[in-house]
């Protein structure tokens, strides 16, 4: 190895294959609190997106590598100069960059996608690499869909991108197709029949089609790779990619089997998972490994028995080490400022002197709500905070009547209808909109009447709200997944209002298409006026 063969870099990739997954994609301003988040984490690599891909993509790759230190940023590129040109001049603010070049290799790719001989592929594959270290020292390649190329094959690859100057060598299993022996003997074989292998660094990016990313990762580690591609929550194309906090976790808790070590600092790793998971919209699952809800809660009568004894008798990890508190302490509106700090702080937040002063004034407006506020409300004040967006829609005024029967105020309602909704909003032109709607419930109404405001009609496709803490006054998180012109879009807003809150996350949705609207509108014309 070239450095340190302790030691495996983590090779964050949430913010390119994670964002794929459908229903995740995010906005440059989220990516940057994303890639913030990464680097307080402690990731080696972030690879921060696929500049060719859109004009978008290019700018959020920009903006990292400009603004995120600490972390090597990265760009993914196919083997063409077009391609690694972008990525290169995408990562040129950073202080250090990485471009990822990869190129398909196994036969049913090479048939049915590239249409391209072995000969062809091993030529574009020296080519890109080459091409892509004339502009950057730090260069790595992926054969994509490695585990299902013929072994000869994909060790005449790697040896041909090491041959160009690859500095690190990723093998992944694309379509997580793989089991832990295959891969195994796979990374066995390509080590002892590649020439210069044992100059670079290897890396392993596994997919989580057959529930085995974290698996083939680890045995990847035992067979000498020393770099695991891995996202926040395990999100990416289909059933995901290999889980960050659980591999990491598990090379930290089995130590004395793997004898290797990370960077990652693992009490960040709660409050990570929740920033991803509030700024996607995709739920925690409960039985999540490492940060689930369920995975310190302990209802067997004997499992408790044993806790009380001894907490290892049944916790191999402790809730501390990634970041989760277990404080059952109660805030109210006679909480200080100090308590609220604390508090915030513990439950492993950084906030600014500016952003603690907003969210402690939405604290104490929600305390005259709440008797009393659960480390969930908090979560939820911070997320919220830290993710306001400025309209260009602003909700001034919400009133619903419903009543069971099809009469609000005793007044019948057109159609059958159980509800009706009044809406006034503020555009950021200055314009005002408001609308009456009915609808099958308020929720529905006041969708109903926002769609009518905004001039904007959208299919809804899913609609859910879960609590985020606990007692008869919690705050209700509803969630809204739309489409739109063959689009996904989501929404979510916290209240201890469902309606309320139903109807800022749909709002939240309506905002979202009309900025994508309106940044399409700006590309389409700066592209107009550029020379041909």
Same mark, same amino acid.
């Given at each position: 190895?070239?450095?340190?063969?302790?030691?495996?870099?983590?090779?964050?990739?949430?913010?390119?294959?994670?964002?794929?997954?459908?229903?995740?994609?995010?906005?440059?301003?989220?990516?940057?609190?994303?890639?913030?988040?990464?680097?307080?984490?402690?990731?080696?690599?972030?690879?921060?997106?696929?500049? +060719?891909?859109?004009?978008?993509?290019?700018?959020?790759?920009?903006?990292?590598?400009?603004?995120?230190?600490?972390?090597?940023?990265?760009?993914?590129?196919? /083997?063409? %100069?077009?391609?690694?040109?972008?990525?290169?001049?995408?990562?040129?603010?950073?202080?250090?960059?990485?471009?990822?070049?990869?190129?398909?290799?196994?036969?049913?790719?090479? #048939?049915?996608?590239?249409?391209?001989?072995?000969?062809?592929?091993? !030529?574009?594959?020296?080519?890109?690499?080459?091409? *892509? !270290?004339?502009?950057?020292?730090?260069?790595?390649?992926?054969?994509?869909?490695?585990? !299902?190329?013929?072994?000869?094959?994909?060790? #005449?690859?790697?040896?041909?991108?090491?041959?160009?100057?690859?500095?690190?060598?990723?093998?992944?299993?694309?379509?997580?197709?793989?089991?832990?022996?295959?891969?195994?003997?796979?990374?066995?074989?390509?080590?002892?029949?590649?020439?210069?292998?044992?100059?670079?660094?290897?890396? &392993?990016?596994?997919?989580?089609?057959?529930?085995?990313?974290?698996?083939?990762?680890?045995?990847?580690?035992?067979?000498?790779?020393?770099?695991?591609?891995?996202?926040?929550?395990?999100?990416?194309?289909?059933?995901?990619? /290999?889980?960050?906090?659980? &591999?990491?976790?598990?090379?930290?808790?089995?130590?004395? %089997?793997?004898?290797?070590?990370?960077?990652?600092?693992?009490?960040?790793?709660?409050?990570?998972?929740? @920033?991803?998971?509030?700024?996607?919209?995709?739920?925690?699952?409960?039985?999540?490994?490492?940060?689930?809800?369920? *995975?310190?809660?302990?209802?067997?009568?004997?499992?408790?028995? =044993?806790?009380?004894?001894?907490?290892?008798?049944?916790?191999?990890?402790?809730?501390?080490?990634?970041? @989760?508190?277990?404080?059952?302490?109660?805030?109210?509106?006679?909480?200080?400022?100090?308590?609220?700090?604390?508090?915030?702080?513990?439950?492993? %937040?950084?906030?600014?002197?500016?952003? @603690?002063?907003?969210?402690?004034?939405?604290?104490?407006?929600?305390?005259?709500?709440?008797?009393?506020?659960?480390?969930?409300?908090?979560?939820?004040?911070?997320? !919220?905070?830290?993710?306001?967006?400025?309209?260009?829609?602003?909700?001034?005024?919400?009133?619903?009547?419903?009543?069971?029967?099809?009469?609000?105020?005793?007044?019948? @309602?057109?159609?059958?209808?159980?509800?009706?909704?009044?809406?006034?909003?503020?555009?950021?032109?200055?314009?005002? +909109?408001?609308?009456?709607?009915?609808?099958?419930?308020? &929720?529905?109404?006041?969708?109903?009447?926002?769609?009518?405001?905004?001039?904007?009609? &959208?299919?809804?496709?899913?609609?859910?709200?879960?609590?985020?803490?606990?007692?008869?006054?919690?705050?209700?998180?509803?969630?809204?997944?739309?489409?739109?012109?063959?689009?996904?879009?989501?929404?979510?807003?916290?209240?201890?209002?469902?309606?309320?809150?139903?109807?800022?996350?749909?709002?939240?949705?309506?905002?979202?298409?009309?900025?994508?609207?309106?940044? +399409?509108?700006?590309? =389409?014309?700066?592209?107009?006026?550029?020379?041909?």
């Amino acid at each position: 190895m070239t450095s340190n063969p302790d030691r495996v870099l983590i090779f964050d990739t949430t913010l390119r294959d994670g964002e794929q997954s459908p229903g995740c994609s995010m906005t440059r301003p989220e990516k940057l609190r994303v890639a913030r988040a990464l680097a307080e984490l402690g990731v080696d690599v972030i690879e921060a997106g696929f500049p +060719a891909a859109s004009r978008g993509d290019f700018e959020s790759v920009a903006a990292v590598a400009h603004e995120v230190q600490g972390p090597i940023v990265c760009a993914l590129a196919r /083997c063409n %100069f077009e391609d690694i040109d972008l990525a290169a001049r995408a990562l040129a603010g950073a202080a250090r960059r990485r471009i990822h070049v990869f190129l398909a290799t196994s036969a049913i790719h090479r #048939q049915y996608k590239l249409n391209m001989a072995q000969e062809e592929i091993l !030529r574009l594959a020296a080519a890109g690499v080459a091409r *892509a !270290r004339e502009l950057c020292a730090d260069v790595e390649f992926s054969p994509e869909d490695a585990s !299902r190329t013929e072994l000869e094959f994909l060790a #005449q690859v790697v040896e041909v991108a090491i041959a160009a100057g690859a500095t690190t060598v990723n093998i992944p299993d694309t379509v997580g197709y793989t089991v832990p022996d295959e891969f195994a003997e796979l990374f066995r074989y390509l080590r002892k029949n590649v020439r210069g292998i044992d100059d670079v660094r290897l890396s &392993v990016h596994c997919h989580d089609d057959l529930g085995m990313a974290v698996a083939n990762s680890l045995t990847a580690v035992v067979a000498g790779a020393r770099q695991i591609e891995c996202t926040i929550n395990g999100i990416g194309e289909r059933a995901g990619n /290999c889980s960050l906090e659980e &591999v990491v976790m598990a090379l930290k808790t089995r130590a004395a %089997f793997f004898n290797v070590s990370t960077g990652i600092h693992t009490n960040r790793l709660y409050p990570t998972s929740r @920033l991803i998971s509030s700024i996607t919209g995709m739920p925690i699952p409960r039985n999540k490994a490492v940060v689930g809800e369920n *995975a310190f809660a302990h209802e067997s009568g004997i499992h408790q028995h =044993g806790m009380l004894k001894n907490p290892s008798t049944y916790e191999i990890l402790r809730p501390e080490d990634v970041g @989760l508190s277990r404080s059952h302490l109660v805030l109210g509106k006679h909480s200080g400022r100090h308590a609220f700090r604390e508090r915030v702080e513990a439950l492993g %937040f950084q906030l600014d002197e500016l952003e @603690l002063n907003r969210v402690f004034e939405e604290f104490k407006a929600l305390a005259d709500k709440k008797k009393e506020l659960f480390d969930g409300d908090i979560e939820a004040l911070v997320l !919220r905070a830290e993710g306001t967006a400025s309209g260009p829609w602003q909700l001034l005024e919400l009133s619903t009547e419903a009543r069971s029967g099809g009469e609000a105020d005793g007044t019948p @309602l057109r159609g059958g209808a159980a509800a009706r909704a009044f809406v006034r909003l503020e555009h950021s032109d200055g314009r005002r +909109a408001e609308c009456t709607a009915t609808g099958d419930g308020p &929720v529905d109404a006041a969708f109903k009447a926002i769609e009518a405001a905004t001039g904007i009609a &959208v299919t809804l496709r899913k609609f859910e709200v879960h609590a985020v803490s606990e007692g008869e006054d919690a705050q209700g998180e509803a969630r809204v997944y739309v489409e739109y012109n063959h689009k996904t879009y989501r929404g979510a807003s916290v209240s201890t209002n469902i309606v309320e809150s139903g109807t800022r996350a749909f709002l939240e949705v309506i905002n979202r298409i009309e900025l994508a609207q309106a940044g +399409a509108r700006t590309r =389409g014309e700066r592209a107009a006026a550029t020379p041909a």
